[in-house]
């Protein structure tokens, strides 16, 4: 196993798919806030009460962001296969993915949270009517929601889990080994 390899592609392709949430999550949060309410602090929950947000643009951010995390954590382990030489172990396959699901929980925290939300707080992430609530400065709770929760200890350690077990089917193609066996019974086959 060959780890330096590993961590140079949790660096370059995790900053890559955080930069794609980053751009799908406040694209979303741009276009409507109320749609990630349920990821705000409680003051500001319980200020805005019910919403009325259509299902249909939750369920088309939630799915593309789905689709981004996961996909670019399998694509990630499909080049880290292809850069050991065509192995990789299940151990490191599942080392890779919660790894990648970890960098992600911290670039949630640091740059979706504490950044762009309650540091710099572009206009659109105040939904009206809940200017100058607490919640908007609270850094403590964005820690507890992303590192004191057990839920998100699980979710890392079962998606990784998971994502590692797809990484090692290998849809429409043969693994190294039962290439080479195939191309020496071909071999003993001619003579």
């Not at 990484?167 to 080994?177: E, V």
Request: contains cysteine; charged residues 15%.
């Amino acid at each position: 196993m060959n780890w330096q390899v590993s961590l140079r592609r949790i660096l370059i392709d995790g900053t890559v798919m955080c930069a794609l949430l980053t751009v799908v999550i406040y694209g979303s949060i741009y276009i409507d806030p109320l749609m990630w309410i349920s990821d705000y602090p409680p003051d500001i929950k319980a200020a805005v009460g019910s919403t009325g947000t259509p299902a249909g643009l939750t369920v088309i951010a939630a799915t593309l962001s789905a689709v981004i995390l996961f996909g670019m954590i399998l694509w990630s382990n499909k080049r880290l296969r292809r850069e050991n030489g065509g192995e990789l172990p299940f151990l490191q396959a599942f080392a890779h993915c919660a790894l990648l699901l970890f960098f992600f929980a911290v670039w949630d925290l640091l740059i979706f949270d504490w950044l762009i939300f309650v540091t710099i707080q572009p206009g659109f992430v105040v939904i009206p009517g809940t200017e100058g609530l607490p919640g908007y400065k609270d850094y403590w709770f964005h820690f507890k929601e992303c590192f004191l929760g057990w839920e998100a200890w699980i979710s890392i350690l079962v998606g990784g889990l998971v994502l590692a077990g797809l990484s090692m089917i290998r849809l429409g193609g043969r693994r190294r080994s039962e290439e080479s066996t195939a191309a020496e019974d071909h071999t003993r086959s001619k003579t």
